[in-house]
């Protein structure tokens, strides 16, 4: 018997006074069977979107168009989805047509992988077609099906199964990895933000080194054009080093979030190019920034030497600044404990390491009778001084340096 949540059992139940079958169904019933904690509960039905919203009154159309619809209890929302049969997938994202089946075995059939393939309820057990438990059991994913025409129906299908594998630690089966190489150029229709929702969240999954996997099935090329640039330049790497750990291996010792994460994986790439990839994979302007000003002061000369440090922080957040060291950390940088230790005590004596805390502002110098950007050029310039030695952060010294 699997537990669920209260309100999953009081829909299935609901659903089923009226003749229907209801099952929860996919990603948590896999998480469930795995000890893991679900992100959500969905629930596959043979009730027809309007015999559901018929069943619930109050429901929230998110999807009506593939037989989606959401029920809001206790705050939170669970998607009921008619049973269905997909047409094709020529955009390689949704299918053109759904067709509605009675056959929950036909609901299960249009499911990716064997893993992701299994219904539940209290009254009939586990619904297993497809030996979702014996791949579980294995670490495998496998496609439900013909791997090869599973891959051609939906090219999204190649990165979910990569990331798959990353989230619960799983390999690729043989029959799936082979079509996953064969079909790699479809991913040339998928858009770059599904591919890259998909590469985040293996990134940011507890074995981000299956990143790797990007480059040996194949598809690095279709992720974007400079993809290959990164796997090849760690190549380059290990071949020049004595001993050759793997290259993203390390990532794992990194915090779980998106820009550590993707700083990590592109640390050695120039910043310009860190700056491209992030930006052609759509990522959010804040990661994009996080990315590049982390990997860029990570490969940038930094020793432990206050004035150094302090030029740094003030071009960064503090936030950058800590990726920068843990970047510096993965690639066994001896200086870096030194460095957070003089950071500390940068912190402690409050030194001033941006235009905000500086000791003079722009009112001081308009007094003084600078104008436009003259004023923002000083202030700077002023900073660079207080950055360098920190107890000129004094407002008549820095006055009186004006007027020497
Ligand atoms: P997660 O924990 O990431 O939410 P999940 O398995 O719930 O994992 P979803 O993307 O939420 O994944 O999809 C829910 C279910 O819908 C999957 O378990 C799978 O059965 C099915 N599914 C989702 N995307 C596809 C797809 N592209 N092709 C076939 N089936 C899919
Ligand atoms: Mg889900």
Redesign the pocket.
């Known amino acids: 018997r699997i537990e669920m949540p209260y309100e999953a059992e009081w829909i299935i139940k609901k659903i089923r006074e009226r003749g229907f079958e209801a099952f929860a169904v996919?990603?948590c019933v896999?998480?469930t069977l795995l000890g893991r904690t679900p992100?959500?509960w969905?629930i596959t039905t043979s009730a027809k979107p309007e015999e559901v919203k018929e069943i619930f009154g109050k429901t929230v159309d998110t999807g009506l168009q593939h037989g989606t619809v959401t029920i809001i209890k206790n705050r939170r929302g669970y998607e009921v989805t008619t049973y269905r049969i997909d047409g094709e997938y020529r955009d390689g994202r949704h299918p053109d047509s759904v067709e509605f089946t009675s056959s929950l075995l036909e609901d299960l059939k249009?499911?990716?992988f064997t893993i992701?393939?299994m219904a539940y309820s209290h009254e009939t057990g586990i619904v297993d077609a497809f030996d979702g438990m014996g791949d579980l059991e294995k670490k495998v994913i496998r496609c439900v099906g013909c791997p090869r025409d599973r891959f051609t129906e939906?090219a999204?299908?190649i990165l979910?199964a990569i990331r798959f594998a990353a989230q619960l630690g799983f390999s690729i089966e043989g029959e799936t990895y082979g079509a996953i190489r064969e079909i790699a150029p479809n991913l040339k229709n998928v858009s770059k933000e599904r591919i890259q929702v998909e590469l985040t969240k293996l990134l940011t999954s507890a074995h981000p080194e299956k990143i790797a996997m990007v480059e040996d099935t194949g598809i690095s090329p279709y992720v974007t054009g400079d993809f290959p640039l990164v796997f090849q330049a760690e190549r380059e790497r290990m071949a020049g080093a004595a001993s050759g750990p793997e290259p993203f291996s390390c990532l794992a010792l990194l915090p779980p979030e998106k820009s550590m994460r993707w700083a990590g994986f592109l640390r050695h790439m120039e910043p310009d190019m860190v700056r491209r990839i992030l930006k052609g994979l759509k990522l959010d302007n804040e990661t994009v920034d996080n990315g590049k000003a982390m990997a860029g002061a990570a490969q940038a000369p930094l020793g432990p030497e206050k004035a150094g440090i302090r030029r740094f922080l003030s071009r960064m957040t503090p936030y950058q600044f800590d990726g920068c060291l843990r970047l510096k950390a993965l690639d066994k940088d001896p200086q870096t404990e030194e460095i957070r230790r003089l950071w500390e005590e940068i912190e402690r004596d409050g030194d001033c390491v941006s235009l905000k805390e500086l000791a003079v502002g722009g009112g001081d110098l308009l007094a003084a009778g600078m104008e436009g950007k003259e004023i923002g050029e000083t202030l700077r310039r002023l900073l660079e001084l207080v950055l360098e030695d920190p107890s000129l952060n004094r407002r008549e010294l820095l006055l009186e340096k004006l007027r020497g």
């Open positions: 996919g990603g896999r998480d992100g959500d969905d249009r499911r990716d992701n393939a939906d999204l299908r979910r």
